[in-house]
């Protein structure tokens, strides 16, 4: 049910009173225009969360890529959580991952025709890639996990709300894991409400809608995720020696090794069950850093099941490591990563991808969806009965 991943401990809300005063009193400072606002004029799209942990930004962020990416000139700029670089990083075919950390390295090996750069001040990111010779064509920028990041006026603001920790139910951290009072999300154009369970009822929706409690400029969508066949660890990207992939029900019966360096592996646990595997979970902390000892009880943990077997890992996982060395043959042999997509649900896929679609259009200097808006608009002014029509975003 939502919110059922929720824990709060109450003996830390005087802590976390405290930190929400530093959090409203820097808000009040954006509000006020003493911290100033930066704004665009292509357009930049923010996804992020109000709370610690995963909400799915990785798939939705992919999702975006991939409704744009034969449409326009996609960059997607992201901090780089746990580089080990420093300022702006551009990926080209020779980054690692140590270089931009390991989701936007996942994102370059799986979208190779994007740009994807790093760097912890966003602001500086955008100048970069909008007047750099090597990316001045980008035609839309998806900034990754910048709800927070307030000195950037993205044109569009999208929230992700996790199903299972549902914000209204939520509280500061370090009593609970919101990021910022609930009032933040007031900033928000479109709210998702993600990993949704598949059999959602229409009566849960409603009352979901109306927990929400959205302003009427406010859209509310939801999404649950798609597992798609398994690819081996090394084939994160597509290549034509790749190994052949497998479905989940090709695995029925067997043992897993499911490794996870997230913040929420509870949810794979879940999804896992319908299946008939026997999981043996192996947990580390989110972004985490594999070191000689943690390959070592990997590989014995993995040694010690019996067979048929195989390691489950998230693709997040996978990139890092590809970057380590000490995985015995048999852990390479039967490593395979677990590939999320996002499917939202009621029919609303049509109506989201509209919303985006049109606003790129509205907004870009020089791209496809460019030209094709100028050819619209030059057909209906021979056709007063077919007037496009435009959907308007409030200036966040």
Avoid at 10 to 21: A, I, K, N, T
Avoid at 83 to 91: E, H, Q
Avoid at 138 to 153: C, G, N, P, T, W
Avoid at 203 to 223: C, G, H, N, S, W
């Amino acid at each position: 049910m939502e919110g059922d991943f929720i824990k709060i401990n109450e003996w830390l809300l005087p802590l976390s009173w405290l930190y929400g005063l530093g959090v409203r009193f820097r808000n009040a400072l954006f509000e006020m225009g003493i911290l100033k606002q930066h704004s665009y004029s292509l357009p930049v799209i923010s996804v992020g969360n109000i709370t610690v942990g995963g909400s799915g930004k990785t798939p939705h962020v992919e999702y975006l890529v991939r409704l744009l990416n034969n449409l326009t000139k996609v960059a997607v700029l992201s901090r780089g959580y746990k580089r080990k670089s420093k300022g702006y990083v551009l990926a080209n075919e020779n980054t690692t991952m140590e270089e931009i950390g390991d989701e936007p390295y996942q994102m370059k090996e799986k979208f190779r025709n994007i740009y994807v750069a790093v760097d912890k001040r966003r602001t500086e990111g955008i100048d970069r890639l909008t007047h750099d010779d090597a990316t001045k064509d980008v035609d839309v920028i998806l900034l990754d996990d910048a709800f927070q990041h307030r000195y950037v006026k993205p044109g569009i603001n999208i929230l992700l709300v996790d199903y299972h920790r549902l914000i209204i139910y939520d509280k500061l951290i370090p009593a609970g894991r919101l990021r910022e009072p609930l009032e933040g999300k007031r900033r928000a154009d479109i709210v998702i409400i993600t990993k949704c369970p598949p059999d959602l009822k229409p009566m849960e929706i409603r009352v979901l809608t109306k927990a929400m409690d959205l302003y009427p400029y406010q859209d509310l969508y939801f999404t649950t995720l798609q597992y798609e066949p398994l690819k081996h660890y090394s084939d994160i990207s597509d290549k034509p020696n790749a190994k052949e992939s497998l479905t989940l029900n090709d695995i029925h019966g067997y043992n897993v090794l499911l490794l996870t360096g997230i913040a929420s592996p509870k949810q794979i646990l879940n999804d896992l069950k319908p299946y008939g595997l026997k999981v043996t979970p192996m947990t580390f902390g989110d972004h985490h850093n594999f070191s000689s000892r943690d390959i070592d009880a990997i590989n014995s943990k993995f040694a010690a099941l019996q067979s048929p077997k195989i390691i489950i890992t998230t693709e997040k996982d996978a990139s890092r490591l590809q970057a380590v060395n000490g995985l015995s043959e048999q852990t390479k042999e039967n490593l395979y990563a677990l590939p999320i997509r996002i499917k939202f649900m009621l029919d609303q896929e049509e109506q989201f991808n509209q919303k985006i679609i049109s606003y790129v259009r509205k907004n870009s200097r020089n791209s496809i969806l460019f030209k094709k808006k100028d050819v619209d608009e030059s057909q209906n002014r021979h056709h007063s009965g077919n007037k496009t029509r435009t959907i308007s975003f409030r200036n966040n």
